[in-house]
């Protein structure tokens, strides 16, 4: 199984603040087709998951421009600038380029 | 507007069975891959089994093979979750999911 690798555990940022949260694979996620299937995810308190990122860098719906996503093979990378307090929560990096489908443990922010 | 409204869940005995529905609106759900993703309490996501649009392909995580069955009825644009010989360590929230949308959830509870 592809390992997903996600750092820090946790984060205390301040409003307005910019954090970046990394996530490095065991394997390359580069699919036979080319593109590289790692997202990024948050679940808010109490909510269910929701995509900010596709396929590395592309925003999901409705996501704001704050947030970005970069990387390649195997080393990735969400930012997020100016952060606000609707942010809060567990970001997950997830990969769908190998069964099984895996996720990293989890990046908690939280307000400082 | 995506919808995608889990039902089924509930507390089980183990060794028992359930059937989770998950009911789809908003887009053509014979255009998508679907998937069920897992949640136990306090813990990370983790992918459990997906479905090609047709039906004709599915893939499973080792824990859930040959007690868990995957299926969709694209006539009632509606996706489920046959799960057998349930175990404790089952007890999750379970999302259905498609790319993007994420439902709202439905718990299982396997406990005697």
Redesign the interface.
């Known amino acids: 199984d592809v390992v997903m690798t996600q750092t820090p555990p946790s984060l205390s940022v301040a409003i307005g603040q910019s954090v970046s949260i990394s996530c490095k694979s065991s394997q390359s996620l580069v699919y036979s087709d080319g593109k590289t299937y790692l997202h990024w995810l948050l679940q808010s308190p109490g909510r269910s998951p929701k995509r900010l990122i596709y396929q590395v860098s592309n925003l999901g719906s409705g996501v704001p421009d704050r947030f970005s996503g970069t990387g390649s093979q195997k080393d990735f990378t969400l930012k997020i600038s100016r952060v606000e307090a609707e942010d809060l929560g567990v970001y997950y990096c997830a990969q769908t380029t190998h069964f099984p489908y895996t996720f990293g443990a989890g990046t908690k922010l939280e307000l400082k | 507007e995506v919808q995608l409204v889990e039902s089924g869940g509930g507390l089980v005995q183990p060794g028992r069975s359930l059937k989770l529905s998950c009911a789809a609106s908003g887009f053509t759900f014979s255009n998508y891959y679907m ?1 069920w ?1 897992r949640q136990a309490p306090t813990k ?4 459990v089994a ?1 479905i090609t649009n047709s039906g004709g392909s599915t ?1 499973y ?2 824990s859930v093979k040959g007690r868990f069955t995957i299926s969709r009825d694209n006539a009632k644009s509606t996706l489920y979750l046959q799960m057998d010989s349930l175990r404790s360590e089952d007890t999750a929230t379970y ?1 259905c999911t498609r ?7 439905v718990m299982v509870t396997v406990s005697s």
């Open positions: 998937a993703v990370g996501l983790e992918w997906s893939y995580r080792d999302y790319g993007g949308y994420w439902g709202q959830g």
